[in-house]
């Protein structure tokens, strides 16, 4: 790519050299600056006028939003008349005023819509002056080198405060402004290109888990020869199976019952023997409940009928239901066959879902041979290793393309590449 005539130092440690016919401005000459509506998430709706909130900028949209595409919540259309300096401008910067880590830190938005939208909870709205374009200064902002100088300000531990004061201090390089608008229009055109490539990754690595969900649950309930004999296995969701396959109770090859109780407290960051819940590890505890290899599944919550493993000494929370074995059977083939029956339709809706483990024990399972049940591991296992490296490799993909697309717009917003005639 080419590069600038002539370059001179920007003054900004992480930027270096920037062309020379480029100025640099504090943020908070550039600036002016309003806060969010002071509400909390009790006050959003499902209709009334668009708001964008703390969560939605570190988590959902990127850097840009428009709410005639992006499904945010809403807030009522009184406020229009109470809170106008939290409604915003086409072109309006949204930061997030805290970050639960370094690396969210200066995170934002910027409105690209001209619907009347609300800036939301723990939120500080910057407003530019019209001789810079919203989209370069947003490409600007998102940029390694920007937040940089954000991070290198900011304090805390376990939660970052991005205020004002350190918005302010930052420092933007500024080309002119036709400038800026060629850069953004090459900006959005290259990074349209980038993220169409990772669309189509991703889509990819969703299709991988569609091909691993049905080699098991083929494997699980039909076996794996094509041509054995088949009968009715008098199970609504199975259909056929082998016809040597038994069918049985789940509490006539299990017993299933939950875990023990264990405080918070209790459980560390570091210890002799995890402990396990209703999602798999939860931290480690100085005791033991169980030794041996079991299927645990969830009990309560968001968790309801997941289905993990547990090997060795370990403690099973009262938010896990152990299966352990009355008769041999192989644990990973249980364990996959209960993922393929979706558990959680058999939970007990209250304010907490909760498993409904009688019901469960009564559940009707295919259960073939041992020999054939290790086979169907093994087969399993030999696959989804097969499966796995091409998603690996299509992550790595990914993140490269992410890497590059990060490289891009901070070569171009600090000059050290010319994209313009």
Known sequence: MNKYDAYKPSGIEWIGEIPSHWEVR??????????????TKQDLKDEGIPCVNYGEIHSKYGVFVNPEIHPLRYVEESYLEIADKSLLNRGDFVFADTSEDLEGSGNFTVLDSDLPTFAG???????????????????????????????????????????????????????TYTEQIKIAEYLDRKTAEIDRLIADKERLLELYEEEKATLINQAVTKGLDPNAKMKDSGIE???????YWEVKKLKYVSFLRSGNNIVSE?????????????????????????????????????????????????????????????????MVYLGELL????????????????????????LQIPFPPLE??????????????RVDAKVARTEKLISLLEEYR????????????????
């Open 266 to 330: 209790q459980i560390k960051d570091s210890g002799d023997f995890p402990v396990f819940g209703g999602n798999g590890l939860r931290g480690y505890f100085s005791e033991f409940t169980h030794d041996g290899n079991y299927v645990l599944i969830g009990r309560q919550g968001a968790y309801c009928g997941n289905v993990k493993y547990a090997k060795g000494r370990f403690w099973a929370s009262e938010h896990a239901v152990v299966v352990a074995p009355l008769i041999k059977y192989e």
């Open 237 to 243: 969701w199975l259909g056929k199976i082998p016809e």
């Open 339 to 362: 993922k393929t029956m979706n558990l959680n339709q058999y939970s007990v809706s209250a304010a907490q879902p909760g498993l409904a483990v009688e019901t469960i024990k009564n």
């Open 372 to 385: 054939e049940q290790q086979s169907i591991v093994r087969h399993i296992e030999t696959e989804c290793a």
């Open 406 to 421: 990060t490289a891009l717009i901070s070569e171009v917003v600090t000059g050290k590449v010319k994209v313009i005639d």
């Open 121 to 175: 909870y723990h939120t500080v709205i910057a407003r530019h002056e019209n001789r810079c374009n919203y989209k370069y200064l947003a490409y600007c902002f998102d940029s390694l080198e920007f937040r940089n100088q954000i991070r290198s300000a900011v304090s805390g531990i376990k939660v970052f405060s991005i205020t004002q004061a350190i918005l302010k201090s930052t420092k933007v390089q500024l080309p």
């Open 26 to 39: 504090r943020f908070g000459h550039l600036f002016s600056f309003s806060r969010g509506l002071g509400i």
